[in-house]
């Protein structure tokens, strides 16, 4: 079954790290491009960032931009999202996506995305 596993969410105060993780099972991991979403309560499921299948390349939203890191090791099936310097507004549920798209623009939409894992919770105090 084709399946995506978002976890490494906790509670964690402003200022502090958290790392997330992605694991993929039941399709071709290296073929895909994965992206990290986020949704906050009342909010839109937003983009955050995604890590392209060939080269590697990745993209960040402004708002994290400087702050989270995105890689992927391939041979273990999963994408990390390292979150530094984290604040308040970082609050949500955060979801990671995989897309096979030749077009790389499509990677910052959720409708450029083929596949989907439940959400991890992230919680950051101020």
């Known amino acids: 079954e084709v399946q995506l596993q978002a976890s490494g969410g906790g509670l964690v105060q402003a200022g502090g790290s958290l790392r997330l993780s992605c694991t993929a099972s039941g399709f071709t991991f290296d073929d895909y491009a994965i992206g990290w979403f986020r949704q906050a309560p009342g909010k839109e499921r937003e983009w955050v960032s995604c890590?392209?299948?060939?080269?590697?390349?990745?993209g960040y939203a402004d708002s994290v931009k400087g702050r989270f890191t995105i890689s992927r090791d391939n041979a273990k099936g999963t994408v990390y999202l390292q979150m530094n310097s984290l604040k308040p507004e970082d609050t949500a549920d955060y979801y990671c996506?995989?897309?096979?798209?030749?077009?790389?623009?499509?990677?910052?939409?959720?409708?450029?995305?083929?596949?989907w894992g439940q959400g991890t919770q992230v919680t950051v105090s101020s």
């Open positions: 996506a995989a897309s096979n798209t030749i077009i790389q623009s499509n990677l910052r939409q959720k409708a450029g995305y083929d596949v």
């Open positions: 890590i392209s299948s060939s080269d590697h390349r990745t």
